[in-house]
């Protein structure tokens, strides 16, 4: 790197080596040697004497601080005393005493050639300012920090997405234990996005006021719309029951004209910020690549085994999306491979098998909403109408069912290459409960003393969940419970014992499956 | 009353279109024209503004140095080189001395390199000298105006002082004989000796290629507050601090180094460019000379140049208004560099950031091969017709004689 190069080149040049070898350097050593130069040798080897007794340099900043003028020392800084020296020490630790090239007590010599002025910017040596308290103060921080982030803005202005679309997010939902969690994520994700943005939310069972008050927090355009169906319990039908669900958003979007770029936003899907940047680019159907996330289940022996075999033989990547040839066009799609799990897979909720994903997930597609719209100008031919699609008896399983020609979809993310966001699904068992809202009221009453723990029935192989001594603790070893806990047995036993225990508080809770 | 009506909707109209035009104006502006002191003069075209006669010399004094050496190519002092091979082959070269403004002479003195790539100048200034005997004995034209329509390029340290050691270069001051040419040199200070009335400033060579390579998307947002990578401290030769960079780069290590907006250190990291890019402010401070390649770097990749070197000169000077583009601090005001950097309004640094986004602003710092219009040759060229036509005065009577041949430090006597 240059910079290295010509440190590194100044530190060689200036060393003793090439004095001696250059020879015809400057023409001011060429004459005689002068009673001053020689009664610098003998304080120079004066001062090597003595940094040899004491052990580190000598420096003769001490002889400059005796002998400054006025006349140069004007310019040169302040010596804050402490740290300048301290600073010295420092850098000066080291046993060895090195010859400097010149005496650097040596004030410039005021022969200027010819009548040019002297400069005002003095040769030698010079102070090392430091101010009293370097460190850095918290509203200049502030200061630059608003500084950033106006440069950032200006960035976004001038080379990000000129005229940004409003961005539709269409998520069917139902009240669950993780709804909160997966909720929760996907709402902040939304937050963050710098668009304007619309929240289409179907929930299974009809509108609640879990989800509602979940959604209040937002801030954000929502449009909470019930479905009247409850969610079934396999993974079968439920995959039937979002399908509609979705579609019946679309039908709202259709009926109320909302005009942006449709994205089905899955509450149980992780969704990075360039997603959005990457959408506002289609034009009027687009497909990016999800990454699949497959649980692997319970650590079942002979599943893990096969589980590794399928590695060891270089699976191709867990990657739902567009395929695109050399020339960045649309040929086919990436399907996750599902033959590692082929019999494996859950039919149930509570299964402890791997949750598979659909051949081709709602949310890797992207719509713009005109496509919806009943009588839209420009709407290509390719697309069949969604009216069309309401007395289908076939399942709906993606969006591609939408189009006539599905090559028309456009790869994004550059073509595919780039895994904007992740499919996991993470269920709670069906029969977990949680308290409404995430909010225990009324307060829960000790069942037990702290005095009297561990309690006398507890299964002996948990020691850690019982532990508790304090109110909190005891609340969350109830949710810990209530969450998807993998050991059958205790969860089991603990749940039956909880039952009993918590059955008078839990008149006022709804328990979910 | 049909007329008023009229002249109302028309002047409506055309209020509403200035309005929208000077919102899409701010909108999309990116870039902001330059013009320095001496105007709009990045984009001039030199072609037909000035002659230049390139004088033949033996290739003992510029393509044997350079077969000796190969290096000399893609060090910061290869604009020498780079200078002579694009006057040969360019519009303004005249092969009739007669008709020329300007004369060239092609001779490297900064390829005298060490075995780890530094120039030797001890050499130089007889090299130069015997380059100067060379032509004014084979050729009237030195002689009859003394150098004063000759222009040479010394893009060492110190320019045509031809030493690396500052108080050496002052005690011998510019070598006698140029004292009426033009040099074009990369060492620019006020007041100082090694600065002739009259010279051009240029850049130092730094690799296009190699800056281009190094290109991020532009969206990638600005995170740094201030960037530097290099030394604080030359333990080599100054190890108590204070002679190097006159305690600038100290003050600045020991007031910033746990300050969290200022990303200083003395690594050398793969993705120096990159990072480049991703800074508002790039520190530029002196080191053993004022300047150095990353003014030219920052400029490349849109970070404000903070210049920390009392009285420089920065190139082309006239051309360029270095003013409102970087952020001038002077080395006693080093310990409140945050202060200075962040009272900046948030608009000057947008503006300052347009200014550095101008494609001519890049092409001037730049020595690219083969030469683009805009580029720094065509820069140097452009200051050397700013200072046609030359006067009356420069050509000699005849019989007089300006110049001492023997004057300067007598090693600088012998033959090369």
Redesign the interface.
Known sequence: ???????????????NS?RAA?G?????D?SGKSPAAIFWLVLHGLCCLISLVLGF?F?R?VFFLFFSTASNGGTS?LYPST?FLG??AD??GSLSF?AN??P?L?L??N????G??????V?????????PW????PD??M??H???E???R???????IKNPRTVIVVTPTYVRTFQTLHLTGLMHSLMNVPYDLIWIVIEAGGTTNETASLLAKSGLRTIHIGFDRRMPNSWEDRHRLEAQMRLRALRIVREEKLDGILMFGDDSNMHSMELFDEIQKVKWIGAVSVGILAHSGNTDELSSVAHKKAEEENLPPPVQGPACNSSEKLVGWHIFNSLPYVGNGATYIDDRATVLPRKLEWSGFVLNSRLLWKAAEDRPEWVKDLDKLDGVREEIESPLSLLKDPSMVEPLGSCGRKVLLWWLRVEARTDSKFPARWIIDPPLEVTVPAKRTPWPDAPPELPSNVKEISIQEHTEKRHAKSRASRSKHSSRSKRKHESRTADPQVSSKVSEE | MELCRWVFCVLLLIASSLRVGAEQLRRGQRTERISGSAGDVLEDNPVGRLKVFVYELPSKYNKKILQKDPRCLTHMFAAEIFMHRFLLSSPVRTLNPEEADWFYTPVYTTCDLTPNGLPLPFKSPRMMRSAIQLISSNWPYWNRTEGADHFFVVPHDFGACFHYQEEKAIERGILHLLQRATLVQTFGQRNHVCLKEGSITIPPYAPPQKMQSHLIPPDTPRSIFVYFRGLFYDVGNDPEGGYYARGARAAVWENFKDNPLFDISTEHPMTYYEDMQRAVFCLCPLGWAPWSPRLVEGVIFGCIPVIIADDIVLPFADAIPWEEIGVFVAEEDVPNLDTILTSIPPEVILRKQRLLANPSMKQAMLFPQPAQPGDAFHQILNGLARKLPHGRNIYLKPGEKILNWTAGPVGDLKPW
């Not at chain 1, 015809?24 to 001011?28: A, C, E, G, K, Q």
């Not at chain 1, 022969?111 to 010819?114: E, H, L, N, S």
């Not at chain 1, 040019?116 to 910017?121: A, P």
């Open positions: 790197m240059k910079l290295s190069a010509l440190q590194q080149s100044y530190t060689n040049r200036r060393s090439f250059g015809l350097d400057s023409s001011v060429g340099r420096s900043l800084g740290p600073t010295t850098i000066a090195q090239p010149s650097n040596e410039p010599p022969r200027t050639a010819g040019i002025s002297s400069s005002r910017v040769v030698g040596r010079h102070g090392i300012r430091i101010r370097p460190h850095p103060n200049e921080v200061k630059a608003r500084i950033i106006r440069v950032q200006e960035q976004k202005l001038q080379f990000g």
